[in-house]
């Protein structure tokens, strides 16, 4: 009797429990839904502040598309969004819980800028080729780091991931005012811009990185779902003793998968520098390594989810964009907009995986 | 199975209507761009004169600005240019959407400033100007891209000869006035500057430099100390420049930095300071003396007005107090007895052809930077001024 009264103060009053799988069906109509209370809700901000939601939303989704050159602006914003999100898939999948990619995106940066600065000479196709496997190793070796130290002596990645961006992102800082300093900028701090030598190639009218991120997203998948690799990180990512049960080198799982999401991130760093910015600058990544968790978790690890969801993301954005300048708003407005729109996304997602479950009262 | 197939039909109409929506954008503006290459084939066979006389329609002109900050902070740097941008629209007539404004722009930020111009070229802007120093490359390349657009950049030192020039303008002229407002209030004699940048940076030195002359053309005793934030705008860092000042023993804080933190510091201290861009009496009412400012409307309008009637030629500006482009703003009621009639008789000479960097002038290091007779080219004003003059000093 005193036994199961004890059991009942223990229990919380709220507990969250997994949810048994529901359908595609059911979950798309779940995200649907999710998607109309968010636009709802935005709705009652616009109109609190002043402004037609009608017009404010209509000017969104025009603003992303309304002409060649805005649709090439929402490609770009999704080019390293995508790419990100692929590398950060394969550490998820391991359930290593990668929060780095921000630090891999800028490591990929620096390592094929050194290249882009200091050896332009080279012929345009090599240098951008070397350009290309330098990010990949600059972000391989950032992911490499923590999968190191969490199989050698077991830290914890999420936090090791996280103190690695600020140390990429000071790295830079320091390249800016110290050796890689532009001579010419008369006591600005700032990196040369590259010569049209080390630019990526434009395929119709915006950096080849797109290109680059479609073949990723049919690697990323057919990584994930046929090879034996691929396997071996899903069992991984289950549980560790399977995998060791079965035979599998756990630690070298780890580090590979690793070495290979910080090197696509890296990627994305190198088409930022050498497609977008032209030159190495501390917004390089620009937290879009942040926003690629969310889109890889929205997207249930799937690649080519992700590339739905990445386009969907960069339409908001560039939306939010054009509706600032278009209705005078403030850049915190727009923050706000779309801070209701992901809460409410995210909501529902959380409720399509677990549930709520109220404590019992107490029977006599 | 019925709903699996619904849902998939609209998602599948919503998909086609987006594509159907997008290629027809892309023909009306492929059929656009055919029509401005023709006509610029003919404009080729015309003389080259006759290119720069077209101008725009008057309903079809638009402006773009890409500001560091927000023009709503009310106070600084961003507030002043928007300013200009404010009276350039009242001067042309233009109206709300013919100007499109690019907020919070970081200028480190080479993807972000490319992204924000290109929205502006999106929204069919014919001008745009940058007013931060960081957007020069950038602009550079865009230039480069869009030849019909006109990029206009403030502070830098690129420009294109045709459609991408730089304004600036000879703030040193007000702050020479600023440092008398100083000099004849200063206590201690001894006088704080808060700087953006160090000795490497052209325009902060020079202004420094002026400043000082200013204080010793009225106060030869007083002392000029310099403290560098290496940023443009960070009201935390500024704000700590000044207190490090203060507590050296500087009555007077200048600044050339964006934000109002150290007139408020110099306020918390019950003394006095010179602020800088926009009157900032409003923001340290009994603290602040006067700020040099800008009124960037002169180049705005004149520079939007040329684009509009098609007599753009390209050339930089650097416009001076002799333009109205700097001033100071109106003394308060802080400023020591006879300052005003001080001001006045300084910006007589200076709109009357009085250099200031000009004479025999030594750097704080003992070398002559200036011979007697002689004066310092524009050019190493806006380039090379890299010393500081004799009575200031670093801290």
Known sequence: MSNSEDKIKREPLLRVAKKAEISVSKTMGLTLLALALAIVAGGIFLLVIGQNPFKVYGTIVHGAWRSKLAIQGTIKIAIPLLIASLGITLAFQMKFWNIGAEGQIIMGGIFASYFALFFDQLPHTILLLIMFLAGMVGGGLWGLIPAYFKTKFGTNETLFTLMLNYIALYTIKFLTEGPWHDPESSGFPKIASFTPNARLDKIFGVHAGWLIGLILVLVVYIYIRFTKHGYEISVVGESVNTARYAGMNVKKIMMRTMFLSGAICGIAGMTQVSGAAYTLGEGVAGGVGFTAITVAWLSKLNPVVILIVTVLFSMLEKGCSVMQSAFGLSAATSGILQGIILFFVLAFDFFTRYRFILRKGRKA | ?395
């Not at chain 2, 080729?44 to 309903?59: D, F, H, N, S, V």
């Not at chain 2, 910006?347 to 250099?355: E, H, L, S, V």
């Open chain 2, 1 to 395: 199975m019925f709903k699996k197939l619904l849902s998939m039909i609209v998602v599948a109409t919503m998909v086609l209507s987006l594509a159907a929506c997008g290629t027809k954008k892309e023909a009306t503006t492929e059929t656009t761009a055919t029509e401005t290459t023709a006509t610029d084939a003919v404009a080729t066979e015309a003389p080259a004169a006759e290119q720069t006389t077209k101008g725009i329609p008057m309903e079809d002109f638009k402006v773009g600005v890409i500001h560091i900050g927000d023009p709503a902070d009310g106070a600084g740097y961003t507030f002043a240019h928007d300013q200009g941008i404010v009276a350039m629209q009242a001067a042309l007539g233009l109206s709300d959407d013919q100007v499109i404004r690019k907020n919070n722009v970081n200028d480190t930020d080479a993807v972000a400033i490319r992204t924000a111009i290109e929205e502006c070229i999106e929204e069919g802007a014919d001008i745009i100007f940058g007013t931060s120093w960081g957007y020069m490359d950038t602009m550079e390349q865009l230039a480069a891209e869009y030849p019909d657009v006109v990029f206009s950049h403030a502070s830098g030192y690129k420009s294109n000869g045709t459609n991408f020039n730089n304004y600036f303008g000879r703030i040193y002229q007000a702050r020479y006035l600023a440092g008398i407002a100083a000099g004849m209030k200063t206590q201690s004699d001894m006088i704080g500057f808060v700087a953006a940048m160090g000795i490497d940076n052209s325009e902060v030195t020079g202004g420094i430099n002026a400043f000082a002359m200013g204080v010793e053309s009225v106060n030869p005793d007083a002392k000029v100390y310099v403290k560098v934030t290496n940023t443009w705008f960070d009201p935390t860092l500024e704000g700590q420049a000044a207190e490090a000042l203060l507590d050296l023993g500087c009555d007077v804080i200048a600044q050339h930095a964006d934000t109002t933190a150290p007139q408020m510091a110099a306020q918390n201290r019950g003394v006095w300071g010179c602020g800088y861009n926009s009157d900032m009496t409003k923001d340290a009412p009994s603290a602040h003396l006067t700020a040099p400012i800008w009124n960037w409307g002169v180049y705005y309008t004149m520079a939007a007005k040329a684009v509009l009637e098609g007599t753009w030629t390209g050339e930089n500006y650097y416009g001076g107090m002799a333009e109205g482009l700097v001033d100071i703003s109106p003394l308060s009621a802080n400023c020591a007895e006879g300052t005003q009639e001080a001001i006045d008789a300084a910006k007589q000479k200076i709109i009357g052809g009085f250099k200031i960097f000009e004479g025999d002038l030594y750097d704080n290091q003992g070398n002559q930077v200036c011979k007697a007779g002689e004066f310092i080219s524009d050019a190493d004003i806006t380039g090379a001024m890299n010393w500081y003059y004799k009575t200031v000093e670093v801290k």
